[in-house]
């Protein structure tokens, strides 16, 4: 499974940005999402959602902030996000194929990797 992103870009605080993943295989029997690792940090989840799109979690400090949505037509997955702070800046991954829970914040291991796209806030 090959997943490509993109979207990632350098805005200012309280901008938006839309990021997007595009699967060349199907998506339908997985879950997916996105993560991100900042300099210095583990990779952390931000976000997933269920094969059915019956189920969406957010890591907590993004939650009211950021939205993803998946197009099973497109085999695609995108994430927006609004208010974006300088605490959001990292390198950005789609993953496919792992763990989809209140838990995000606390996976770190998928099936599938996206390559990173930088997203950079300034204040």
């Known amino acids: 499974v090959q997943l490509q992103a993109s979207g990632g870009g350098l805005v200012q605080a309280g901008e938006s940005l839309r990021l997007s993943c595009a699967s060349r295989?199907?998506?339908?029997?997985?879950?997916m999402g996105w993560f991100r690792q900042a300099p210095g940090q583990e990779r952390e989840g931000v976000g997933c959602i269920t094969g059915s799109g019956g189920s969406v979690h957010y890591l907590d400090s993004v939650k009211g902030r950021f939205t993803i949505a998946s197009d099973h037509d497109k085999n695609s997955w995108f994430l927006q996000m609004n208010s974006l702070e300088p605490e959001d800046t990292a390198l950005y991954y789609c993953a496919l194929d792992f763990p989809c829970s209140d838990n995000i914040g606390r996976i770190y291991a998928a099936a599938y990797w996206g390559q990173g796209t930088q997203v950079t806030v300034s204040s």
């Open positions: 295989s199907s998506i339908s029997s997985y879950r």
